[in-house]
């Protein structure tokens, strides 16, 4: 059984890209069970993914899978070393030789194209080396005892420019993130036929299990839902404050999607949130290197995160410098 599990980073922030990442895991069949409750389900689900809580030594690192931000905020070590460690021992796990950044990029954003290589900000992404799989080996054998087995990760990085274009579309910011995650969701399971390795619908996995953080405190998806897949039949499960749950029904396949308040407690949504965080991390680095190596001379502009009030005192130091850099403000500061 498939299981796709959706989280981001940089939804709050004015400056830097939105970056939602999905994370596919493969589980033994039969998890899915029309006669077994929810609860008894989500303990069964529960089960595959309990090695992923618990810590791991992983060189200096204890590794476990949580929320990134508190992961981002530990004080013990480096933390987006923490990010890194956790984000290479997955590509590893997904089969991924490549020791360098770029060309990993390129696989698992294959819709972004050149959207970083322009704007010019975005263009330098920087990360230390990742490990071998032999490296990696004993974490992955840790992590996957249970039977949960990561098969692949997969990005969308939306750049102020996009996210402007697209809100100036009639689009809202939850609606942005909706359509973001859910098409992402919908390439994992459906490859685009350049791509694709599958061609007849009854190779399909017939049993996929969908996990998202829920969107920007978005209570009701089904709208959505039915335009991304107009052909599935749209069962509506629960819409709660705490979690919206839906069943797409077609002929070959049952998809069940969760939006649950804290979804990121979840470890594989825990995991997206982590390759989510690093990646824009990454792009923060570039953004802020970019700014100072092109700041005022004698200046010196301190980083920012890109959050609202950060961003605004960002924006008077950088504004003699985006001003001589001729930068056009709709490809630098998110209008929402």
Same mark, same amino acid.
């Given at each position: 059984?498939?299981?796709?599990?959706?989280?981001?980073?940089?939804?709050?922030?004015?400056?830097?890209?939105?970056?939602?990442?999905?994370?596919?895991?493969?589980?033994?069949?039969?998890?899915?069970?029309?006669?077994?409750?929810?609860?008894?389900?989500?303990?069964?689900?529960?089960?595959?993914?309990?090695?992923?809580?618990?810590?791991?030594?992983?060189?200096?690192?204890? %590794?476990?899978?949580?929320?990134?931000?508190?992961?981002?905020?530990?004080?013990?070590?480096?933390?987006?070393?923490?990010?890194?460690?956790?984000?290479?021992?997955?590509?590893?796990?997904?089969?991924?030789?490549?020791?360098?950044?770029?060309?990993?990029?390129?696989?698992?954003?294959?819709?972004?194209?050149?959207?970083?290589?322009?704007?010019?900000?975005?263009?330098?992404?920087?990360?230390?080396?990742?490990?071998?799989?032999?490296?990696?080996?004993?974490?992955?054998?840790?992590?996957?005892?249970?039977?949960?087995?990561?098969?692949?990760?997969?990005?969308?990085?939306?750049?102020?420019?996009?996210?402007?274009? +697209?809100?100036?579309?009639?689009?809202?910011?939850?609606?942005?993130?909706?359509?973001?995650?859910?098409?992402?969701?919908?390439?994992?399971?459906?490859?685009?036929?350049?791509?694709?390795?599958?061609?007849?619908?009854?190779?399909?996995?017939?049993?996929?299990?969908?996990?998202?953080?829920?969107?920007?405190?978005?209570?009701?998806?089904?709208?959505?839902?039915?335009? +991304?897949?107009?052909?599935?039949? %749209?069962?509506?499960?629960?819409?709660?404050?705490?979690?919206? +749950?839906?069943?797409?029904?077609?002929?070959?396949?049952?998809?069940?999607?969760?939006?649950?308040?804290?979804?990121?407690?979840?470890?594989?949504?825990?995991?997206?949130?982590?390759?989510?965080?690093?990646?824009?991390?990454?792009?923060?680095?570039?953004?802020?290197?970019?700014?100072?190596?092109?700041?005022?001379?004698?200046?010196?502009?301190?980083?920012?995160?890109?959050?609202?009030?950060?961003?605004?005192?960002?924006?008077?130091?950088?504004?003699?410098?985006?001003?001589?850099?001729?930068?056009?403000?709709?490809?630098?500061?998110?209008?929402?």
């Amino acid at each position: 059984m498939l299981l796709i599990a959706v989280d981001e980073a940089g939804y709050g922030p004015k400056l830097g890209p939105l970056v939602v990442t999905a994370t596919a895991w493969q589980l033994l069949d039969g998890v899915i069970d029309p006669d077994r409750s929810l609860a008894s389900t989500d303990a069964a689900i529960a089960a595959f993914f309990a090695p992923l809580s618990d810590p791991v030594r992983f060189g200096d690192l204890k %590794l476990v899978v949580d929320d990134s931000k508190k992961l981002f905020q530990s004080r013990s070590h480096d933390p987006l070393a923490v990010l890194h460690a956790v984000v290479s021992v997955c590509k590893a796990w997904c089969g991924d030789g490549e020791l360098k950044l770029k060309p990993w990029l390129k696989k698992i954003a294959t819709r972004e194209g050149t959207a970083l290589k322009h704007p010019a900000w975005l263009r330098n992404l920087q990360s230390a080396p990742f490990v071998s799989r032999s490296d990696a080996q004993p974490v992955i054998d840790h992590w996957q005892k249970n039977g949960a087995l990561l098969t692949q990760v997969a990005t969308r990085i939306v750049t102020a420019e996009k996210f402007n274009q +697209i809100i100036d579309r009639g689009f809202n910011k939850s609606d942005l993130l909706s359509d973001t995650s859910l098409r992402l969701i919908a390439d994992l399971i459906d490859p685009p036929l350049d791509t694709s390795v599958r061609s007849d619908p009854s190779d399909a996995e017939p049993n996929i299990l969908v996990y998202c953080d829920r969107h920007g405190g978005r209570q009701f998806y089904g709208a959505v839902l039915q335009h +991304i897949w107009p052909d599935a039949a %749209l069962r509506i499960i629960s819409e709660s404050r705490r979690e919206s +749950i839906y069943e797409l029904v077609s002929d070959h396949r049952t998809i069940q999607i969760r939006f649950t308040v804290k979804g990121d407690s979840f470890p594989p949504v825990a995991m997206s949130s982590i390759h989510a965080k690093y990646l824009r991390e990454l792009c923060m680095n570039a953004f802020n290197c970019y700014f100072q190596k092109h700041a005022t001379e004698g200046q010196i502009l301190r980083p920012t995160a890109g959050y609202p009030v950060d961003a605004e005192r960002f924006l008077g130091d950088a504004a003699a410098t985006i001003q001589r850099l001729e930068i056009d403000r709709s490809r630098l500061v998110r209008s929402r």
